[in-house]
């Protein structure tokens, strides 16, 4: 067999297989950059949740099978298990948390995304004077059949002292 038409026909099937995972003409293209506002806006409406200590308001920003990473505290499997770690920082009538998206990005095939930034929270220490603690938090969002945005991995840190 003639090597040029071996490379032709390489060729030839690697367009192919090049065309054929690529998008239709009319397949709308994804706008990442208005998803990515979408994904601020929610978090900034979850922060404002926990800033009021609505614990199922906070909860309902969570897919059924989201995973939190509180920090200093064992990975909470589930949404019920995040409404846990939640009702348990607001059991405490001192304590207070908000956060601050710094970063949103979203994938080109607009169904992944994540939120970064910043987070405050403060309470009333054991020995009775006000604790604070500053950190970092990164959140990946996933679209949800019904087209809402949920919460499926969220993992918040302090920073040292």
């Not at 038409?5 to 950059?33: F, Q």
């Not at 969570?62 to 949404?79: K, R, V």
């Not at 995040?82 to 998206?101: E, G, L, M, P, R």
């Amino acid at each position: 067999m003639n090597p040029f038409s071996v490379t032709a026909a390489v060729a030839v099937i690697a367009v192919a297989s090049v065309l054929s995972c690529a998008p239709a003409a009319d397949t709308p293209a994804v706008d990442v950059e208005a998803l990515a506002k979408t994904l601020t806006q929610l978090d900034d409406d979850w922060a404002k949740a926990a800033g009021t200590r609505d614990v199922d308001r906070v909860v309902s920003f969570y897919a059924e099978d989201a995973i939190a990473y509180p920090p200093n505290a064992p990975i909470a499997s589930g949404q019920a298990a995040a409404k846990q770690v939640w009702a348990s920082y607001f059991a405490d009538s001192t304590f207070a948390i908000s956060w601050k998206t710094d970063h949103a990005g979203v994938a080109k095939s607009g169904d992944l995304g994540y939120t970064a930034g910043t987070y405050e929270a403060s309470w009333k220490g054991a020995d009775g004077n006000p604790a604070t603690q500053k950190g970092k938090y990164l959140c990946n969002w996933k679209k949800m059949p019904d087209g809402s945005w949920k919460a499926i991995h969220d993992m918040w840190n302090a920073d040292s002292k």
